[in-house]
Structures are given as structure tokens and as C-alpha cells.
């Protein structure tokens, strides 16, 4: 679903069309250089059943029917973080365009936290299946737009924000300024680390437009997501007011301790530390994948 395009401002800043998955709540961006029409997807959406193991493409297909009606030329391929509620079309984007793919540098540590939890001991948690890794300070290009990587921990150890001009892709640290916050309670999330995050983006200019990973349509809204700067810190329901660090790390450890798993995060994560790609099949062209058992608590 296109929602809708948010233009250029002038120069050095980006077009921004989102696209929204009701499935799963999810945002993804198409960012685009006006002066060059070079652009960069960030966190794609590969479709999934969690009750038929089923797949397609058509949220991908898509974004690529976008690119191709607007004659942009596709640069990146950027996810934020290895997602625990849905899968990413990142290798079936390159697969189809030859765009490289990047994430943060700490995605290895969350390929060996989940390596270990999926029993794949031979797995290389060395963040190779990405043609570029990111740290923090890093920066690239998309056309003559400059971007640069923000290290955002603490939804994962490896969440990273993709600042591009005059917008910020801050995945899911913030949600829309009536939900809050994202959830940290992941094997190496932290409420901490959360907070320092959203309030370094926070800092960002008050006219920075910041485009968040999830909406949920509180109170059956239509999806959004976007918010600048200004209109975060006058009425983010975490964030308005200024709270103290603990009194965040409060509300927030008490809100995850009542949220079930995401119903596809099991799947979700051993694909998306794979480099985003599915099993390679079999020789009778079977694709698997491990579940890991009692490793998290019963929530019924």
C-alpha cells in the first residue's frame, strides 16, 4: 500500500514515498535524489504466512513497479536492523536489481546470539552475506544526496539510523508520536540503550522528518509514518515531557513484559541474519527451517 509521497524540500534533501504492510504494521521507504533520481530502499518487506510457511513478493514487486514508473536508478538496498516481525526482500531486491545490500556492523553480534538459539554451530556469524556493513560516523551516497549511519541500539544490539538531508529512517526505535516507543526486550535489546538512542535523534534539527519502522493505527487511524523532530518532543506519549532515563527504562520494561513474541519472529530471524535470504533448497527443492524449542517463556 503507497502512502503519501513526501517531497523534497530544496536542495540536499530527499523525495520519501513510504509503502505500508498491514500484515505486520511495517513501513518501508523509497528515497530518492531529485537531481540525480538515484535512490536507496530501506527495509523492505518479504510477505509471509506464519500459519502456511508461505511467502510471495508482491509487497517487493511493488516497490519495484515504483522505481521503474519514476525512472529511478536503485543504489542501496538499507535495512536498519535484522527484523523480528517480518521477513526482508532485501536479497530478492538484489536478486532482481543488482543493488548492493548493507545493515549495521553489529548484525554480528545478533548472528551470534541467534546462531547459538537455532543450534546452527557452523553458521559464520561474520556479516558476510551483506555487501556493506556500517558503523557508526559511517557515510554514503545516493546520487548527490550525503547520508550517514547513527548507531540506535537498544530494539537490537545491531539497529542502526540511516540520516539522508533533512530526514532520518530511525526504524524501530520511535513509533508514531500517539504509540510511543518500540519494544526492547529482544535477546540483546535494552530499555537503556533505547532511550540514549531516541534521545540522540531527538537532537537532530526540530525540522528533521523522522520515518519510523511500524505504525499500528491507534484508535483505527490511517497508517502514518512520519513525524518531525518538533512534533515528536511536543507529543510522543514516551518521549513529551522529558522523562528521566529510569523513569523511561520504568514504563518501558513494564509494557514489553506483557507483549507476546511477534508471531513470525522465529522465522523472521533466521532468515534475516542470513543476509535476508531464504534456505537454499535441497536437492528435491525443499526449503527448512530450524525453530528453536522452550528457549522463551510460555505466554498464553
Not at 518487506?45 to 511493488?62: N, Y
Not at 518538533?230 to 532515563?245: L, V, W
Amino acid at each position: 500500500m503507497r502512502l503519501p509521497h513526501s517531497p523534497s524540500r530544496g536542495p540536499g534533501s530527499p523525495d520519501v514515498q513510504p509503502f505500508y504492510d498491514a500484515a505486520t504494521g511495517s513501513l518501508q521507504y523509497v528515497v530518492s535524489c531529485p537531481q540525480t533520481r538515484t535512490a536507496a530502499i530501506v527495509d523492505p518487506v518479504l510477505e509471509l504466512d506464519p500459519r502456511a510457511a508461505a511467502t510471495r513478493t508482491a509487497l517487493a514487486d511493488d516497490i519495484l513497479a515504483y522505481v521503474d514508473e519514476t525512472g529511478l536508478s536503485l543504489a542501496w538496498i538499507l535495512d536498519t536492523h535484522p527484523h523480528a516481525d517480518h521477513l526482508s526482500a532485501a536479497a530478492y531486491l538484489k536478486e532482481r536489481t543488482g543493488a548492493p545490500i548493507a545493515i549495521g556492523e553489529r548484525v554480528k553480534r545478533v548472528q551470534e546470539i541467534w546462531r547459538d538459539l537455532y543450534a546452527m554451530d557452523g553458521f559464520p556469524a561474520d556479516g558476510s552475506q551483506w555487501d556493506r556493513l556500517f558503523a557508526d560516523g559511517d557515510t554514503f551516497e545516493i546520487g548527490a544526496l550525503k547520508g550517514r549511519v547513527m548507531l540506535s541500539t537498544g530494539h537490537t544490539v545491531a539497529s542502526i539510523t540511516y540520516v539522508v538531508g533533512d530526514a532520518a529512517f530511525v526504524h524501530d526505535t520511535l513509533m508514531m508520536p500517539d504509540s510511543g516507543s518500540s519494544r526492547a526486550d529482544f535477546p540483546g535489546g535494552d530499555a537503556g540503550e533505547l532511550y540514549d538512542s531516541i534521545m540522540a535523534i531527538l537532537a537532530l534539527p526540530d525540522d528533521t522528518r523522522l520515518f519510523v519502522g511500524h505504525d499500528y493505527q491507534p484508535g483505527g487511524r490511517d497508517p502514518a509514518g512520519e513525524a518531525t523532530v518538533a512534533e515528536h518532543k511536543a507529543a510522543n506519549k514516551h518521549f513529551a515531557g522529558n522523562p528521566s532515563k529510569a523513569e523511561f527504562v520504568r514504563i518501558r520494561s513494564e509494557r514489553d513484559a506483557t507483549l507476546p513474541l511477534p508471531d513470525r519472529m522465529l522465522m523472521a530471524l533466521q532468515v534475516n541474519m542470513n543476509g535476508m535470504r531464504l534456505p537454499e533448497p535441497d536437492a528435491k527443492g525443499r526449503r527448512v527451517l530450524r525453530i528453536p524449542l522452550d528457549r522463551f517463556p510460555f505466554h498464553g
